[in-house]
T-cell receptor, first 113, second 113 residues
Framework: GENVEQHPSTLSVQEGDSAVIKCTYS??????FPWYKQELGKRPQLIID?????GEKKDQRIAVTLNKTAKHFSLHITETQPEDSAVYFCAASNNQGAQKLVFGQGTRLTINP | DGGITQSPKYLFRKEGQNVTLSCEQN?????MYWYRQDPGQGLRLIYY???????QKGDIAEGYSVSREKKESFPLTVTSAQKNPTAFYLC????????????FGSGTRLTVV
């Protein structure tokens, strides 16, 4: 089955700097890669996703890149703000059989003012 | 509440007791999922259901049971066989046929007392 590894587990950056979180996956059939943001005690919220037919997707200060050959994908947050502080999860899924997500272990991002 | 409601928000279980967590959605989603979240371990899949009256075990199903008698409802029972049930439980739902990721409920925090 699919296995998703996420790094780093914690990340601290200065406000205004960029943050990058990386994930690798094991199943070459995976074709859908969402990123979720979870604030303390709250539900995870989808912030951006990418499918395997594209290499990059942007939404304002957030971007995701996908390298299918190397089986890794990354979340990039530019011009970080205090409200970006949260736990971020990557996930992977494929269309074969049940459409279920396998999650990475999470990254706790702290933005220092 | 985002179309998917979990109750209760907090639940306390005594040793040897079964408890049931509720999950209801009004999004007309076919698929529903239960995940367990522990600190530093990400989200792990307990059970999932793609259609009414059918469900499959996830990665950590031991000590849990589910039912899917209605499209809108997917309750999770934590049985006395689950030796370490203290965790944050998240229910999610998704459309089938063109995967767009999950919508999560707000979660139930279960504590053994």
């Amino acid at each position: 089955g699919e296995n998703v590894e996420q790094h780093p587990s914690t990340l601290s950056v200065q406000e205004g700097d960029s943050a990058v979180i990386k994930c690798t996956y094991s199943d070459s059939a995976s074709n859908y890669f969402p990123w979720y943001k979870q604030e303390l005690g709250k539900r995870p919220q989808l912030i951006i996703d990418i499918r395997s037919n594209v290499g990059e997707k942007k939404d304002q200060r957030i971007a995701v890149t996908l390298n299918k050959t190397a089986k890794h994908f990354s979340l990039h947050i530019t011009e970080t703000q205090p409200e970006d502080s949260a736990v971020y999860f990557c996930a992977a899924s494929n269309n074969q059989g049940a459409q279920k997500l396998v999650f990475g272990q999470g990254t706790r991002l702290t933005i220092n003012p | 509440d985002g179309g998917i409601t979990q109750s209760p928000k907090y639940l306390f279980r005594k040793e040897g007791q079964n408890v049931t967590l509720s999950c209801e959605q009004n999004l007309n989603h076919d698929a529903m999922y239960w995940y367990r979240q522990d600190p530093g371990q990400g989200l792990r899949l307990i059970y999932y259901s793609q259609i009414v009256n059918d469900f499959q075990k996830g990665d950590i199903a031991e000590g849990y049971s589910v039912s899917r008698e209605k499209k809108e409802s997917f309750p999770l029972t934590v049985t006395s066989a689950q030796k370490n049930p203290t965790a944050f439980y998240l229910c999610a739902s998704s459309q089938q046929g063109g995967f767009y990721g999950y919508t999560f409920g707000s979660g139930t925090r279960l504590t053994v007392v």
